[in-house]
């Protein structure tokens, strides 16, 4: 072997050695064409030594030396830490993030880090409601227990601000990557109680009258808040595109929308004017980061143009309009401030209010893919193209359609065949 090429393999840290018979023998193992690029690996991390200033060092790395070498190979990206307050603190302690931890938390989607952060502001409460004030990681079985009855409904309780066992299961599993977060070591010897306390909870819960489903938005609906937002101005008319596209693509608000209200947005993150594809019958939108996506993999919204004002290649077309550079968020509009973005809880607010003007408040952001499934079921389109522009690989899709009426179906597809509101 030419041992010059896998040099900075062969030594140990930053120190030369020489090789025994075993060695030799141990190189042996591995095919040569393999080598070299262990080689490059380790001078990779080498060099991410002598960025910190490390010059002379041996093996083994301890987890400080990989978790800087991850960082140094790796772009940080910024995140709004303001609204994940609760998850990193560690316990009831405010810490300043290292860029250890910033790299950390990249790993999760950021859609997720809310969610985390509720459930944890949650168990704050439960350890508040105990008279504990001050605390830190790890959690103790303690803790873990009495978060778990206080948050859950038991058995002679009045169940007034409890949460079901399965919302609860998700808090747990929120608490777990917590711990993770701020590397102390969860209580796992909890898990077995834990069960037999959900299980419970689970029959309290059953006890318990269901919420209704969720509404559909029926395309009369759909016409009613086309009505309404037209006209009232550049953001109502950006929310009345988005309406549009989130019905006919089957799309969550959380995919069109953007996590900051201004300034620009940062491509294939975010959606943009540059995400849009025309082709002669499809128009297309990239998806980036979707929360059933695989790492790194773009998800497509597929929108066809029908003869309608309720036209969602129409509605796509204003909004490219309304841009000025193709790196201008999609769903957005140019204010006197510069480019204003619509977020979730803008486009929500603004939603919730109309649909309560037009008397159907029972509908929300998720309406729009509950009702786009439902209209599509009930004019026989095939279920796997439905699963398909609805982005499922599973039968979840079943939870999203609903009953229609034969006067329902009737009614919208004369509302369709209208060339004006």
């Known amino acids: 072997m030419d041992l010059s090429k896998i040099q900075h393999f062969t030594q140990r840290g930053s120190k030369d050695r020489e090789l025994s018979t ?32 490390v010059i002379k060092y041996d093996l083994p790395a301890t987890a400080l030396d990989i978790y800087s070498q ?19 603190q560690r316990g009831s302690k405010d810490r300043e993030l290292s860029t250890t931890d910033q790299r950390v938390l990249e790993g999760w989607k950021w859609s997720t880090l809310p969610g985390y952060n509720a459930a944890v502001k949650k168990f704050k409460m439960s350890e508040i409601s105990t008279g504990v004030i001050k605390y830190d990681l790890p959690a103790t079985a303690l ?16 169940g007034a601000g409890k949460i079901n ?22 209580p796992y010897q909890t898990e077995k109680r834990v069960k037999l306390i959900l299980k419970g909870s689970g029959r309290q819960d059953a006890a318990i009258p269901t919420r209704p489903e969720k509404s559909p938005v029926l395309i009369s609906d759909l016409a009613e808040l086309f009505r309404t937002l037209s006209g009232r101005g550049p953001e109502a008319e950006a929310v009345k595109d988005l309406a549009v596209v ?3 693509g089957m799309a ?60 969602p290649v129409k509605a796509i077309e204003r909004r490219r309009e309304a841009t000025t550079a193709d790196t201008d968020s999609l769903f957005g509009y140019n204010g006197p401030n510069g480019r204003v973005n619509l977020t979730k809880r803008r486009v929500n607010g603004i939603l919730a209010a109309a649909w309560r003007d037009l008397g159907r408040p029972q ?28 982005r499922w690989t599973t039968d979840c899709y079943k939870r999203y359609v609903k009953t229609l009426s034969r006067e329902e179906v009737i009614a919208s597809l004369s509302i369709l065949e209208l060339q004006a509101f």
Request: a positive charge; one cysteine or more.
């Open 143 to 158: 803790d873990i227990y009495s978060f778990v009855t206080w948050a859950g409904r038991g058995a002679g309780d009045n």
């Open 165 to 186: 066992a399965t919302s609860l299961t998700h808090y747990l599993h929120a608490i777990k990557a917590w711990h993770t977060f701020h590397d102390t070591p969860y």
């Open 70 to 88: 991850l960082i140094t190979a790796n772009r940080t990206t910024t995140m709004d830490l303001s609204k994940i307050q609760h998850f990193t």
């Open 22 to 53: 075993t060695d030799q023998r141990v190189l042996e193992g591995w095919k040569w064409s393999t080598l070299p690029g262990y080689n490059a690996a380790v001078k990779k991390f080498k060099m991410s030594e002598i960025s910190t200033g």
């Open 246 to 248: 989130a019905f006919w």
């Open 363 to 390: 509908l929300t952001g998720h309406s729009f893919r509950v009702g786009g499934a439902t209209l599509r079921y009930a004019v026989g389109v095939n279920v796997n193209e439905i699963k398909s522009l609805g």
């Open 252 to 311: 969550c608000l959380a995919e069109l929308t953007h996590t900051s209200n201004n300034g620009p947005v940062i491509p294939k993150k975010d959606m943009t004017a540059q995400d849009v594809q025309i082709f002669r019958n499809l128009t297309t939108i990239n998806v980036h980061e979707a929360k059933t996506a695989r790492p790194g993999k773009i998800q497509i919204i597929k929108l066809r143009s029908i003869k309608s004002p309720l036209c």
